[in-house]
């Protein structure tokens, strides 16, 4: 029995097909061949267009069945997501709009509008934090910069929602997915609706709400066809990138957590209490297994400038060459250089707004560059020690309010697949690491199993999922990484 997970990122679109009998996924793709584009019509803005990714996520489809597997098996459909982009269409699902992603900052100075028009605790009170540059904010600049465009709205969507709707032609989003929106209600355990009266927006676009492991929607039938796949498919499972990481590495319940570091940066612990920072440097939304009897909320603190400074490094260093140096190049040259790269320093923060700076405009920056000394082994390795010093930084935060732990569990992806990233960040963080061999589209092919009732625990749906290492921090080198850090983040101090 198949089921097949989509992962909608803001680099590529992988998907998977799992044997749900075995806990083994059997098939796997990823679209397009090259890094999906990120439109930026003015400084600080960041748009994709949402039939791309329909178009991307049907290629890939197709390129799963050329490689024999039988299509029609497929059971259930689960899709994951790149969190807090806003998907706006009309009646017929037509897209009004190129969708504003979760890295867009236009939004972030109304979020901030509003929190101080209402007050810190009547946001916190219900969704746990500011609007922030989160999606009702951007919701709201619509409203206010392309009236026009905001009288055609029938749907307001996350970009997992508008695949799941191009899919079964039912437009829908989830609880978890209004959580991210800052658009739930913790206190009331619904829509936000006072939210949406604050900040003047239509009770309306709002799509039908629906569990995040349910019988969602079947497949229109002239899909099903085009595609090669059953007309019974059903979307059982959607959830955003950051909780679907978290399911793929069984991280569900309280004191676990969870990390990654693709284009973004991530930590996520899984907690029982609402839990808020009183100054918005990390997030809480709802786990992908929160119920009413059952709290589950996740706290996320998120670096947004994390793989794509390494992507950028990568093309920067490739620069007049006829193809783009290798990522496992990048690591090599990291490894030639010590801890604390001779004195530079890489600040990861280049990326929009960050949140651990309360939404604040930040720059990217290296410091202490010297043209005798230092090489581009020298950037590379500062650059890894950066985004960890980010990620740690955020983490004291996390827990300060009780939101952390020493044991961390990450796929063998992306930075940790570097072995320099996972030396800085066990010492760094002072954690035991557990990697493992798995990813977003089988996180969310293992929901979609789940949430169709093949599996009867989320622990049973975990079966097949393998461990490959633990690292653990080496007392020869916790004390010196907690130094370099400490000199590192004097610096930033003014962002804070």
């Given at each position: 029995?198949?089921?097949?997970?989509?992962?909608?990122?803001?680099?590529?679109?992988?998907?998977?097909?799992?044997?749900?009998?075995?806990?083994?996924?059997?098939?796997?793709?990823?679209?397009?061949?090259?890094?999906?584009?990120?439109?930026?019509?003015?400084?600080?803005?960041?748009?994709?267009?949402?039939?791309?990714?329909?178009?991307?996520?049907?290629?890939?489809?197709?390129?799963?069945?050329?490689?024999?597997?039988?299509?029609?098996?497929?059971?259930?459909?689960?899709?994951?997501?790149?969190?807090?982009?806003?998907?706006?269409?009309?009646?017929?699902?037509?897209?009004?709009?190129?969708?504003?992603?979760?890295?867009?900052?236009?939004?972030?100075?109304?979020?901030?509008?509003?929190?101080?028009?209402?007050?810190?605790?009547?946001?916190?009170?219900?969704?746990?934090?500011?609007?922030?540059?989160?999606?009702?904010?951007?919701?709201?600049?619509?409203?206010?910069?392309?009236?026009?465009?905001?009288?055609?709205?029938?749907?307001?969507?996350?970009?997992?929602?508008?695949?799941?709707?191009?899919?079964?032609?039912?437009?829908?989003?989830?609880?978890?997915?209004?959580?991210?929106?800052?658009?739930?209600?913790?206190?009331?355990?619904?829509?936000?609706?006072?939210?949406?009266?604050?900040?003047?927006?239509?009770?309306?676009?709002?799509?039908?709400?629906?569990?995040?492991?349910?019988?969602?929607?079947?497949?229109?039938?002239?899909?099903?066809?085009?595609?090669?796949?059953?007309?019974?498919?059903?979307?059982?499972?959607?959830?955003?990138?950051?909780?679907?990481?978290?399911?793929?590495?069984?991280?569900?319940?309280?004191?676990?957590?969870?990390?990654?570091?693709?284009?973004?940066?991530?930590?996520?612990?899984?907690?029982?209490?609402?839990?808020?920072?009183?100054?918005?440097?990390?997030?809480?939304?709802?786990?992908?297994?929160?119920?009413?009897?059952?709290?589950?909320?996740?706290?996320?603190?998120?670096?947004?400038?994390?793989?794509?400074?390494?992507?950028?490094?990568?093309?920067?260093?490739?620069?007049?060459?006829?193809?783009?140096?290798?990522?496992?190049?990048?690591?090599?040259?990291?490894?030639?250089?010590?801890?604390?790269?001779?004195?530079?320093?890489?600040?990861?923060?280049?990326?929009?707004?960050?949140?651990?700076?309360?939404?604040?405009?930040?720059?990217?920056?290296?410091?202490?560059?010297?043209?005798?000394?230092?090489?581009?082994?020298?950037?590379?390795?500062?650059?890894?020690?950066?985004?960890?010093?980010?990620?740690?930084?955020?983490?004291?935060?996390?827990?300060?309010?009780?939101?952390?732990?020493?044991?961390?569990?990450?796929?063998?992806?992306?930075?940790?697949?570097?072995?320099?990233?996972?030396?800085?960040?066990?010492?760094?963080?002072?954690?035991?690491?557990?990697?493992?061999?798995?990813?977003?589209?089988?996180?969310?092919?293992?929901?979609?199993?789940?949430?169709?009732?093949?599996?009867?625990?989320?622990?049973?749906?975990?079966?097949?999922?393998?461990?490959?290492?633990?690292?653990?921090?080496?007392?020869?080198?916790?004390?010196?990484?907690?130094?370099?850090?400490?000199?590192w983040k004097k610096n930033i101090q003014i962002l804070d």
């Amino acid at each position: 029995m198949y089921f097949l997970g989509i992962d909608l990122g803001s680099s590529s679109i992988k998907l998977a097909v799992l044997d749900a009998n075995t806990g083994k996924s059997v098939a796997s793709s990823s679209v397009p061949d090259q890094e999906m584009r990120i439109d930026a019509p003015q400084s600080g803005w960041a748009e994709q267009h949402p039939e791309k990714w329909w178009e991307y996520t049907c290629n890939g489809i197709k390129k799963l069945g050329n490689q024999g597997i039988d299509l029609k098996q497929i059971k259930a459909i689960g899709i994951s997501y790149q969190m807090h982009g806003l998907v706006l269409t009309d009646k017929d699902l037509n897209v009004l709009r190129p969708s504003i992603i979760w890295c867009d900052s236009r939004a972030a100075s109304i979020g901030e509008k509003y929190y101080q028009e209402k007050g810190a605790s009547f946001f916190q009170d219900r969704v746990l934090q500011s609007p922030g540059n989160f999606t009702a904010s951007k919701l709201k600049w619509v409203q206010e910069n392309e009236p026009q465009l905001f009288d055609q709205i029938a749907h307001m969507m996350l970009p997992g929602d508008y695949l799941a709707a191009k899919f079964s032609g039912v437009a829908q989003t989830s609880k978890s997915g209004l959580s991210e929106a800052a658009l739930w209600d913790f206190k009331k355990n619904a829509l936000a609706e006072e939210v949406l009266e604050a900040l003047d927006l239509p009770r309306a676009v709002i799509p039908e709400i629906v569990a995040n492991f349910s019988h969602q929607a079947t497949i229109a039938p002239k899909i099903a066809e085009a595609l090669g796949l059953s007309k019974n498919v059903e979307i059982t499972y959607r959830a955003g990138d950051q909780p679907n990481n978290a399911l793929a590495l069984n991280v569900n319940k309280p004191g676990e957590i969870a990390t990654t570091a693709g284009t973004s940066a991530v930590i996520y612990s899984v907690t029982d209490q609402d839990a808020f920072d009183a100054k918005n440097r990390i997030n809480t939304f709802l786990h992908v297994n929160n119920t009413e009897a059952q709290k589950r909320n996740g706290v996320l603190l998120c670096i947004n400038g994390s793989g794509i400074l390494y992507q950028w490094l990568r093309k920067m260093l490739s620069t007049g060459k006829d193809e783009l140096l290798s990522y496992d190049f990048l690591n090599a040259q990291a490894a030639k250089v010590g801890p604390g790269s001779d004195g530079l320093h890489f600040y990861p923060f280049g990326n929009g707004v960050e949140r651990i700076f309360n939404n604040k405009k930040s720059f990217s920056g290296l410091q202490n560059l010297d043209f005798n000394r230092h090489a581009a082994t020298h950037m590379v390795r500062a650059a890894c020690e950066g985004i960890v010093y980010a990620m740690n930084y955020g983490f004291e935060v996390m827990q300060q309010i009780g939101a952390g732990g020493t044991s961390v569990k990450a796929t063998k992806a992306n930075l940790f697949l570097s072995p320099v990233f996972r030396e800085i960040f066990v010492n760094t963080t002072q954690t035991s690491l557990e990697l493992y061999e798995t990813n977003g589209a089988e996180g969310a092919a293992r929901g979609a199993a789940y949430g169709y009732g093949f599996y009867k625990s989320l622990d049973e749906a975990a079966q097949g999922l393998e461990l490959l290492s633990t690292q653990e921090p080496q007392s020869a080198l916790k004390e010196h990484y907690t130094n370099l850090y400490q000199t590192w983040k004097k610096n930033i101090q003014i962002l804070d």
